[in-house]
């Protein structure tokens, strides 16, 4: 019975042996996968909530085919200040098409942008962004926008660090994308901008590919031109993913409950909402612009990205709210 009792605790003393080493090894393996955050209370969480859905045996283990990961992308993967990104791409657009296009400066909004009337822009929405891409890019082919979408993401330059867009992008968030995918999570991005505007160019920048992308849209049509098949640009709104058309959008694409939800602005409430719904094991993150020397400061009164909602509701909804300043030690690559 003595000898039974030493075996027992010579196992029970290897066991807990082999649970810290493996925590341990973890927790080492997340330090080297993320180097861009800083050591604190928002890496450990994430890091702690991916160790224990994607650990076998935990009671919050998770399987690899339900481990579905939601970002926003606009102030959540990669800048939105001044402005959006597509709101950019369709300002230059619209000057370009006006030219051919006269007429289209009869309306209030494109005289704003011919005189570059800032207060004005600054009323724009998500909304207004797809109606400027949808008069500027109807009637040609899905082909056609996707090569004018590469041409001008290859050359155009963000107005502050006048680096190309892509290289505006958040080290750290990337750097999350990569160590969710060892971990088996598939990678969504969840944006209210354009479909088409972000599928040309998110698989070279964040590893997510264009079947992963959902975004807002025009309708489409199928036709031929001659003997060629092309799907055709309508000048009509399709679906706009934003606010409570992001959960819309995840069952229409996904048609999975996400267990990860990333966002930074109230535009995406409904999506975290969404997430952490349920008796699920989930997590909601908001990304806060806190640090106005490496980026932009803004929440409440921002007009682009404004966190209001979602910084009074977090805590009692169990979010995560990352601090841009505390938690990340870089946030562009071109700041190293």
Known sequence: ????????????????WLSVFHISLCSLQAQEALPGWREGASKKAIVDF???????????????????????????????????????????????????KPELLENKMYKAIAAHDQEALKQINERDVMELVMETHANM???EFDQ????????ARHPVYKKPYTEC????????????????FKTFIVSGGGIDFMRPWVETVYGVP??????????LRYEMRGTEPVIMRLPEIDFVDDKSGKPLGIQRHIGRQPILAFGNSDGDYEMLQYTTSGAKTALGVLVHHT???????????????????????AAKNGWIIVDMQQDWANVFSFQR
Request: net charge neutral; charged share 25%; hydrophobic share 45%.
């Open 1 to 16: 019975m003595c000898k039974f009792n030493v075996a027992r605790q010579l196992i029970l003393q290897v066991a807990i």
């Open 50 to 100: 991916v160790e224990r859905v994607t650990t076998a045996g935990s009671a919050d283990f998770v399987p690899p085919e339900q481990r579905i990961a939601v970002f926003d992308n606009d102030g959540t993967l990669w800048s939105e200040q001044p402005m959006y990104v597509q709101m950019a791409f369709a300002l230059d657009r619209v000057k370009i098409v006006a030219e051919k």
């Open 141 to 143: 082919s899905t082909a």
């Open 148 to 155: 004018i979408v590469k041409d001008w993401i290859a050359t």
């Open 169 to 184: 992008v958040y080290v750290p968030m990337v750097e999350l994308l990569k160590y969710l995918r060892t971990k088996q």
């Open 210 to 219: 264009p079947e992963q992308v959902i975004g807002s849209s025009v309708k």
């Open 291 to 313: 640090d106005s020397t490496r980026e932009v400061a803004y929440d409440r009164q921002s007009h682009f990205g404004k966190l209001n909602r979602g910084l009074d509701d």
